[in-house]
C-alpha cells in the first residue's frame, strides 16, 4: 500500500491515501461527523485521544478556519473506522502530518464529529473584482463591475457564521432594454452598451422624442421615444353633418352628410389619414338645393328665387289661363312641388244640340256665329266671344219649333202629346160635316201647321125638301134639321108630316105624295118624297 507507515501508537503512523474529506450529519456545512475516504470507501475517525489540534488539522484540510470545538458524534457512521488515537501538533496540515494508528478497536459509537470556525468562499466576481480577499466571519469586502457591465445586488458583501455571504451579486453587460415603443419598431437587435438604435412608428402613429437612441452607461437609454396615434382633430365640411364617434384619430371613420337644404342626397364615408389629415376628396361638394326656375312658358312667377324653401305665385300671360297650382314650394328633393303650365285659353265648343256654327277657333277673343238647324229657333245671341274666363259670352241654344195647338174649322184633330217640328196630326171632318175621309197635316219648320190640301169641311145638307104641290116650315137643309111637311090645296099626305135631315145627306120618314087630280085622268109629273121601303128612311126622289 502506497504511503503506509506501520509505527506504534504515537510512535508508529501507517499513512493513509487519503482521498477526500468531510463533515457529514451536523447543524452546517462546518459541523459534523468527520468522514475520510480511502481506496474509494468512506470510513470514520475515532474519538480516542482526540484533541483540538487534531479538530484544527480537520478543518484545515476541509478549507476552513480553526476548530470551535470537537464532540462525539450523535449520529453513527458507516465503514471502517481507519483512524485512532490521532495525535497533531499545531504545524500540522494534514492528518498524515499526524500521529494515528489505524484499524484500532474503536466502533462507530466512537465516531467523532468536529465544528469548525465558519468561513466564507472567495467572493469570486465575473467580469468585476473585490477590495479584499479576507473571507473570515464577519469581514466585509466591496465589489464592482467592468466597465460595460452593472452590478446586479449588493455592492457590500459581509461573510457569515453560516459561510455564506450576506449576498451574491454578480456583473452583467448593461442592458438598455428593448426600446421598442407601443405601435412601433426598431431597427437593430442589440441593447447593450453605447449600442444604437434607430426608432419609428407604425403607420398611423407619429413618434415623440428622438429617432435615434443610444444605450447609456446607466442601463437608460439617451431618450425613451413614444409612438402616439395620429389625430385628426375635429372634421368640418360646409353645409354638411357629420356623425362621428368621440375619437378623431387614425382608422376613425365618420359618416357625412349634406344638411337638409343642401345636395346632393346620401351619405360618405370619411377617413381620418396616416398623415393626419380627414380624407373627402370623393366627398362631392354640397350646394343649396335648387329648383331652377318655376316660370312656365308664357307665364311669370313673382319671385325669382329658386332655393330649398322659396314660396313662388305663378301667372299666365294674357290668352292664357294656368293648368296646376297657382302656389309652388321648392322642395327637398330639388323640385317644385307642382308643375303648372300655361295654356291656351279655350272655350269650349259652343255648337247647340241641333245647331251650327260658323268657325271652329275656340280660343280668347275668336267670335263665332250660331244657327239652328231646319226646325230649330236659336234662343240666345248670334254671335258670341270667348272670354278669358274660358266660357263664351252666352250660350244660346237650339229649341225646336213648336206649331201650338191645331184648330181647323169643323174638324177633329188625332194628334199626339207634342205640336213640334215634324209632327203629324190626322184631321176629319166632324160627323156632320163632309166631306168624308182624313188628311196628315205637318208642323213646318215655320211653326205654322201646313193644311193648305185640306178640304173644307161644309154642314151636310138635305137639300130643299118641299115635295111638289107641297109646303115646309123651315127654309134650313142642313143636317139634323126637322121640319113639317104639308101639301097644297088638292092634295093629299102620304107619309110622316115631319122628316129630319141626316147625316149622310137623307131624311128620315120621307113621304111619298099622292096627288090628287080633280076633273083631269091627265097625270103630271112632279117631284115628291118617296117611300124607299116600310120603316127605312126616304130620300128625296124627282120623278
Known sequence: MVGRLLKNVRNTVIRLTIQEIRLVDGNSTFDGRVEIKV?????????????????????????????KGFRTSYIEGTGPVYVDNMACDAN???INDCQYSTYGDCSHREDVAVTCTAK?????????????????????????????????????????EDGNWTSTPFCRLIDCGDPTPDNGEIKGTS??????????????????????????????????????????????IANMTIDIDNTTTYGQIAVVKCKYEFSPRGSWAVKCEASGVWNYTHVPDCKLIDCGSSAPPYGRVNDTTSTFGTVVGVECDYGRHLVGD??????????????????????????????????????????????????FVLYGHSAIRCQNNSHWTDYPNCTIVDC??????????????????????????????????????????????????????ELIDCGDPTPSKGLVNSSKTTVNTVVRVSCEYGYTLSGESVITCLRNGTV????????????????????????IAGDQPYRMQTW
Request: proline share 4%; glycine share 8%; hydrophobic share 30%.
Open 39 to 67: 481506496f474509494n470507501t468512506w470510513g470514520t475517525i475515532c474519538h480516542d485521544h482526540f484533541g483540538m489540534e487534531d479538530a484544527n488539522v480537520i478543518c484545515k484540510m476541509i478549507g476552513f478556519n480553526p476548530a
Open 404 to 457: 201650338g195647338a191645331l184648330h181647323i174649322s169643323a174638324m177633329s184633330v188625332n194628334i199626339g202629346n207634342a205640336t213640334t217640328y215634324g209632327q203629324i196630326a190626322d184631321v176629319r171632318c166632324h160627323p156632320d160635316f163632309t166631306p168624308l175621309g182624313s188628311w196628315t197635316v205637318k208642323c213646318e219648320a215655320s211653326g205654322i201647321w201646313n193644311y193648305s190640301h185640306v178640304p173644307q169641311c
Open 120 to 160: 466564507c468562499d472567495n467572493p469570486t466576481l465575473q467580469w468585476g473584482m473585490v477590495n479584499d480577499t479576507s473571507t473570515n466571519v464577519g469581514s466585509s469586502i466591496s465589489v464592482a463591475c467592468e466597465r460595460g457591465r452593472i452590478l446586479v445586488g449588493d455592492s457590500v458583501i459581509v461573510c457569515k
Open 92 to 94: 500540522s496540515s494534514h
Open 191 to 236: 441593447y447593450y452598451l453605447n449600442d444604437v438604435v434607430s426608432v419609428s412608428c407604425d403607420t398611423g402613429y407619429i413618434l415623440s422624442g428622438d429617432a435615434v437612441i443610444t444605450c447609456q452607461n446607466n442601463s437608460y437609454w439617451t431618450d425613451d421615444p413614444t409612438c402616439t396615434i395620429v389625430d385628426c382633430n375635429a372634421l368640418t
Open 326 to 375: 297657382a302656389v309652388l314650394h321648392c322642395q327637398q328633393n330639388g323640385h317644385w312641388s307642382g308643375s303648372p303650365f300655361c295654356s291656351l285659353i279655350e272655350c269650349d265648343d259652343p255648337t247647340p244640340n241641333n245647331g251650327f256654327t260658323n268657325g271652329t277657333s275656340h280660343y280668347l277673343d275668336d267670335v263665332l256665329s250660331l244657327s239652328c238647324v231646319t226646325g
Open 508 to 531: 128620315v120618314r120621307e113621304i111619298h105624295l099622292r096627288p090628287f087630280w080633280f076633273g083631269s085622268k091627265n097625270k103630271k109629273r112632279s117631284r115628291f118624297y118617296e117611300q
